[in-house]
């Protein structure tokens, strides 16, 4: 069992940053795969960044590469999500997921989700 806690969310003004936190139990996070995704409001989720277990390759959705980068800090058990240059169409819940034998870009990777945190950006 793994149990994911996202914070870092909040309301900021369009070229602002934030950076989301997904704190890990129940495992060891340099073990397993790391996903973001988001959802806003009548869209379906989509995914947003990615950290393999391991090596710690990344990959990022068109939408935010150049912007967002996804990191791990092992010793805290702890994988971020650095959000730059915010747009308003980012405005979101960002959740993060546990993936045990996989990554990447789809749902189905991932087995385990957090609650999400809100990320608004005003223009």
């Known amino acids: 069992q793994v149990q994911l806690v996202e914070s870092g969310g909040g309301l900021v003004q369009a070229g602002a940053s934030l950076r989301l936190s997904c704190a890990a139990s129940?495992?060891?996070?340099?073990?397993?795969?790391i996903g973001w995704f988001r959802q806003a409001p009548g869209k379906e989720r989509e995914f947003v960044a990615a950290i393999s277990r391991g090596s710690g390759y990344t990959m990022y959705a068109d939408s935010v590469k150049g912007r967002f980068t996804i990191s791990r800090d092992n010793a805290k058990n702890t994988v971020y999500l650095q959000l730059d240059s915010l747009k308003p169409e980012d405005t979101a819940v960002y959740c993060c997921a546990a993936g045990l034998r996989g990554w990447g870009a789809q749902t189905s990777a991932y087995t385990y989700w957090g609650q999400g945190t809100q990320v608004t950006v005003s223009s």
């Open positions: 129940g495992r060891t996070l340099s073990s397993i795969g």
